[in-house]
């Protein structure tokens, strides 16, 4: 198993161009979800989905939409980038159900909006 | 609505001695319990998690944390640290019910010195 895999591992945009972060896990997990980390701030939840087709907001929502049409992918994409939107993105997922407390996280993408 | 609060930023010490990364937590709901990792540029790994049972939980290298209900404290303790555990740690929350939504504290940079 690849387990979560990220898409770029780095990006760097200018205000207001439009990119997607992709997201895949080959685990056939149910949940899966978009962190932003921002020093000082930890980790907060931007989006997340507990199964194709369902998506909700998390903490952060702002400026991000996600779609979950499959399973295994999770792509976060961002209209009009903004310097606000500079952070490291994680995309994690977890199993779903009784007894899946873990959740799994990528490696990451880093991304800088000048 | 969870929230998390680690006590300390940075917390530095000498190779070989005791290491105690404190954390608080506030909830209206039961919770599950989390402490991950994050070494330099790195994705998270979970050292270790408290579902329910005993309150005293042990985790991946040498790390382990005591569940306390009346002071609604999670707090993680190493007895004898090495350079490796140098890195960041998160502690972070979900409630019972929606074990796919993490709340995370803001980390404590562990920096372990010779």
């Known amino acids: 198993n690849a387990g979560v895999t990220q898409t770029p591992k780095f990006q760097v945009l200018k205000t207001g161009q439009s990119m997607t972060l992709q997201c895949a896990q080959d685990?056939?997990?149910?949940?899966m979800s978009w962190y932003r980390q921002d020093p000082g701030m930890g980790l907060r939840l931007i989006h997340y989905?507990?199964?194709?087709?369902?998506?909700d907001q998390g903490e952060v929502p702002n400026g991000y939409n996600v779609s979950r049409s499959t399973t295994e992918d999770f792509p976060l994409r961002l209209l009009s980038a903004a310097p606000s939107q500079t952070s490291v993105y994680f995309c994690?997922?977890?199993?779903?159900?009784?007894?899946?407390?873990?959740?799994?996280f990528g490696p990451g993408t880093r991304l800088t909006v000048t | 609505a969870q929230s998390v609060t680690q006590l300390d930023s940075q917390v530095p010490v000498f190779e070989e001695a005791p290491v105690e990364l404190r954390c608080n937590y506030s909830?209206?709901?039961?919770?599950?319990l989390f402490w991950y990792v994050q070494y330099p540029n790195q994705g998270l790994q979970l050292l270790l998690k408290y579902l329910s049972g005993s309150t005293l939980v042990k985790g991946i290298n040498g790390f382990e944390a005591e569940f306390n209900k009346s002071q609604t404290s999670f707090h993680l303790r190493k007895p004898s640290v090495h350079i490796s555990d140098t890195a960041e740690y998160f502690c972070?929350?979900?409630?019972?019910?929606?074990?796919?939504?993490?709340?995370f504290g803001k980390g404590t940079l562990l920096t372990v010195n010779p």
């Open positions: 972070a929350v979900s409630g019972s019910g929606s074990n796919y939504k993490l709340t």
């Open positions: 989905s507990v199964g194709a087709g369902i998506t």
């Open positions: 994690a997922s977890n199993k779903g159900g009784q007894g899946s407390y873990e959740q799994y």
């Open positions: 909830s209206s709901v039961s919770v599950y």
């Open positions: 685990m056939n997990h149910e949940y």
